[in-house]
């Protein structure tokens, strides 16, 4: 089973700032099978970027996606409020199709 | 619009049994993969179970395996999630997500509540 660390678990920033979410993999698998999720309080998860780096359809270019191997990051360069909510990676390299525990983003 | 709605979901003792259903609109339901991921109160996302877009093919997490029983039809464009013998640590919100392993999870439900209790 792939196990995805994500750190830090939160991240307390400020709207304007810039983030940088870790997403780091037991073992290697190829970058088209990583996705990143965002999930606010009470809703459903949103799909954010997938292949690593493409973003999904209507999701702002302040977010974007890198890496490959075992190392995967997820940036967003000016935090909106909006943006503070919870993010989730996820393999669909192999089964079991993990995600990472999670990074909180909170408003410092 | 593109929509997934679950539904089914409840309180139920320990032992006992659940059908959850994923019903589908908005978009050709055959031609997709679903995936079943669980969220336990405060915890973070749980992969379930997978099927294809045609059944042919399923997954399980291991740790549900005999248990859960994913199906579909296709005809009536729906999924479903048998899930047997529940217990407490599969209280959890279900969600339902259309899926794709290159491009990731992009329609998504807004989730059913199973609470497993006494």
């Known amino acids: 089973e792939i196990v995805l660390t994500q750190s830090p678990g939160t991240l307390s920033l400020s709207p304007g700032e810039r983030a940088t979410l870790s997403c780091r993999a037991s073992?290697?698998?190829?970058?088209?099978?990583l996705a990143w999720y965002q999930q606010k309080p009470g809703q459903a998860p949103r799909l954010l970027i997938y292949?690593?780096?493409s973003r999904a359809t209507g999701i702002p270019d302040r977010f974007s996606g890198s890496g490959s191997g075992t190392d995967f990051t997820l940036t967003i360069s000016r935090l909106e409020p909006e943006d503070f909510a919870v993010y989730y990676c996820?393999?669909?390299?192999?089964?079991?199709?993990?995600f990472g525990q999670g990074t909180k983003l909170e408003i410092k | 619009q593109v929509q997934l709605v679950e539904s089914g979901g409840g309180l139920v003792k320990p032992g006992g049994s659940l059908r959850l259903s994923c019903a589908a609109s908005?978009?050709?339901?055959?031609?997709?993969?679903i995936t079943w991921i669980r969220q336990a109160p405060g915890q973070g996302l749980e992969w379930v179970s997978y099927i294809s877009g045609s059944g042919s093919t399923i997954d399980y997490a291991d740790s549900l395996k005999g248990r859960f029983t994913i199906s579909r039809d296709n005809a009536k464009n729906s999924l479903y999630l048998q899930m047997n013998s529940l217990r407490s640590e599969d209280t959890a919100v279900y969600y339902c997500?259309?899926?794709?392993?290159?491009?990731?999870?992009?329609?998504w439900g807004q989730g059913t509540t199973v609470t497993v209790s006494s």
């Open positions: 908005g978009f050709t339901f055959s031609d997709y993969n």
């Open positions: 073992q290697s698998f190829s970058s088209t099978y």
């Open positions: 997500a259309r899926s794709n392993f290159y491009f990731g999870m992009d329609v």
């Open positions: 996820q393999q669909c390299g192999s089964s079991p199709y993990t």
């Open positions: 292949g690593a780096s």
